[in-house]
Structures are given as C-alpha cells and as structure tokens.
C-alpha cells in the first residue's frame, strides 16, 4: 500500500520541488518503488528531472482524459516512475471547477496505483486552489517546507484549516513533517525561524535543516537531482540525512 504523502506550502520558492525531486530520486535509490506527481502548471520537477513539455501529462489524467497508467513514465532510475506536469495544466482548474467530485479527481485516479508503489510523492503548485485541494486529498500526509526567512509561518494558519477542510473529504489526512530549508547559519534570522518552527511544530518538524546552497539551485538548471549534480554538496548531504530522517518515520 503506497504512502500517499503531498509536499505543499501556498508560498512559492520555499523549496517544495527541490524537496520533492531530491527525495524521490533517493526514496528510489533505496529501492522503493517510486512515483513523483507534479501537479504543478510551472512544472519544475518535471523539467528539473529533464522531462519538459511532456504530453500527455497530470493534465489529461485530472480532466479524465486519458488514463493514469497510460501517463505514468519512468525517468532516469528504475524505481522512479513520474506523472509529470505540462503548461496545459494551467486551464485545468477552471475545467475542473465544474465537474463532479473535483477535489477529489487525482484520488480517485490514484486508486489502482497504491499497490504498484511504496511512496507516491505529490509537488503541489505555490497556491491552495483546486489542485493544491486534489493532493491533500489524495495523501495521507502533508509535508510542509518552511525557507528560513521573513515571513516564514506567514500563511501556515491558511494551510492548516485547509487541511482540517480536507478532512472532510479525506479524514486520515495529518502532517507528516515539516522541514526547514535555505538555511544560512551566519544569520541570526534563520535560528530565529528554526526556533520558531520548532516551538510551533514540535516533534513533527524533522531534525534535519536543509542548508542554503548553491549547488542545490544549479541542479535543476541540468534537468538533474542534487546527487547527480555534485553528490558531495552540502544540500547532498542534508537531502540524505533528511530521507534517512523520512524512512524511519514512515516505515516505523
Ligand atoms: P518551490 O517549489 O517551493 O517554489 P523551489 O524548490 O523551486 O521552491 O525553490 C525555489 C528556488 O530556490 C529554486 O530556484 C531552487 O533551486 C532554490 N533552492 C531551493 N532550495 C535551496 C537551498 N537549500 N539552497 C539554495 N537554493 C535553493
Ligand atoms: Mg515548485
């Protein structure tokens, strides 16, 4: 039975791809069978793992269109699969505005999926419309990234009534992590957001801390993973420790 687990913030640019990306592609590293779903118009960690302007893509599969099997493709490892995001999904959500059941139209594809995967891994678009409200209520867990910034929990209350909404549709929903990203330790601001997060969140917000690095936004500029990139960065390094972090907590 696949971990449903859905990496979501409405704030862009808090390191939701990068996230996504880096851990699905070690996820497969350790052999579980994989699927990366971009629901996302920007398509980031589709063109960030090399496949641009893909179609048919998560487009056809929510518009009911063509059947997610006939959609999933594999990428460059082969325990990770991907239903990667196009541009045209940009018109989906007012397509889907009218149709039955439309938050839970990804779930309902999901349905004959759960058993060929171990982890399905949704990257949700910077925003809390319809498709952002398809993930959560396909997942199981929410993962929320938090960029060690100004303004970091600005929003998280939004997200969390979102979430408690979702419920009504998709009642296991919980927060399976958080995780703080583009770290930089020579700033008193960062430790502030750490502390921040960790009185908020407690024990869900995950130990490891994603440093700020370069190499970490090099990467996808190639179309490749962070370990493909410079396996020796420190962002490398913090992805690994933070998907050993994610295996214990969900394989406990
Ligand atoms: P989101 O998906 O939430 O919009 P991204 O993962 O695309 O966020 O990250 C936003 C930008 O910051 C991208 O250009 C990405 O390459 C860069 N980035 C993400 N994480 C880091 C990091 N830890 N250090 C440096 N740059 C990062
Ligand atoms: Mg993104």
Redesign the pocket.
């Given at each position: 039975m696949a971990k449903i687990i859905s990496i979501a913030?409405q704030?862009?640019?808090?390191?939701?791809?990068?996230?996504?990306i880096n851990l699905s592609s070690l996820l497969a590293a350790a052999e579980k069978r994989t699927l990366l779903i971009d629901i996302?118009p920007q398509a980031?960690?589709s063109s960030g793992l090399s496949v641009t302007n893909h179609t048919p893509s998560v487009y056809e599969v929510l518009v009911g269109t063509k059947n997610i099997k006939d959609v999933i493709i594999n990428s460059f490892m082969p325990f990770l699969d991907m239903l990667p995001s196009n541009i045209n999904l940009v018109g989906a959500e007012i397509e889907m505005v009218n149709m039955i059941s439309r938050e839970t139209l990804l779930k309902k594809a999901l349905e004959n999926m759960t058993e060929k995967f171990d982890y399905i891994l949704i990257?949700c678009p910077?925003s809390l419309g319809l498709l952002t409200l398809n993930a959560l209520s396909a997942a199981q867990k929410l993962i929320i990234?938090i960029q060690c910034e100004y303004f970091a929990l600005e929003g998280l209350g939004q997200l969390i009534e979102t979430t408690k909404l979702i419920r009504g549709i998709n009642p296991s929903l919980t927060i399976g992590g958080v995780i703080l990203?583009?770290?930089d330790s020579r700033t008193k601001l960062s430790e502030n957001v750490v502390k921040d997060v960790k009185d908020f969140f407690g024990d869900i917000a995950f130990n490891t801390i994603?440093?700020?690095?370069?190499r970490?936004?090099?990467?996808?500029s190639y179309g490749k993973t962070i370990f493909q990139y410079d396996k020796n960065s420190t962002?490398a390094f913090?992805y690994r420790r933070l998907a050993s972090e994610f295996i214990d907590r969900f394989e406990k």
């Open positions: 913030n704030k862009g640019g808090v390191g939701k791809t990068t996230t996504t996302d980031n960690s990257d910077p990234p990203t583009m770290y994603v440093p700020r690095n370069v970490l936004s090099e990467a996808p962002g913090a």
